[in-house]
């Protein structure tokens, strides 16, 4: 800052470069430093509107029977889980063809 006449800064006059310099912004006329007074409004098209829901549904925790799977992981490892090769086709099959 400068010191002229015995005041400290610059007088009251303001010069962009200086301010730059001393990393404050020079007020401009006719503003109340106040950003974004006016409202401002967004609309999603039908396609965002579906990503949002997907991304939702996705994001909360899978729905599934959890004491079935545990009755499947207990006979597994006891050994007594049996698999039937042609009903496990026969899905992937119907899987396939939709």
């Known amino acids: 800052?400068?010191?002229?006449?015995?005041?400290?800064?610059?007088?009251?006059?303001?010069?962009?470069a200086t301010d730059a310099k001393s990393g404050t912004r020079a007020p401009t006329s006719g503003t109340s430093g106040s950003i974004g007074?006016?409202?401002t409004s967004v609309s999603l098209s039908a396609e965002a509107t579906g990503m949002q829901q997907l991304?939702?549904?996705?994001?909360?925790?899978?729905?599934?029977?959890?004491?079935?799977?545990?009755?499947?992981?207990?006979?597994?490892?006891?050994?007594?889980?049996?698999?039937?090769?042609?009903?496990?086709?026969?899905r992937f099959h119907e899987l396939e063809s939709q």
């Open 1 to 16: 800052m400068n010191k002229i006449n015995g005041l400290i800064g610059n007088n009251g006059y303001t010069n962009s």
């Open 37 to 39: 007074s006016e409202e």
């Open 55 to 90: 991304t939702q549904q996705l994001a909360s925790p899978p729905s599934f029977d959890q004491a079935k799977v545990d009755r499947i992981k207990s006979l597994i490892a006891q050994g007594q889980y049996t698999l039937d090769p042609a009903k496990i086709a026969a």
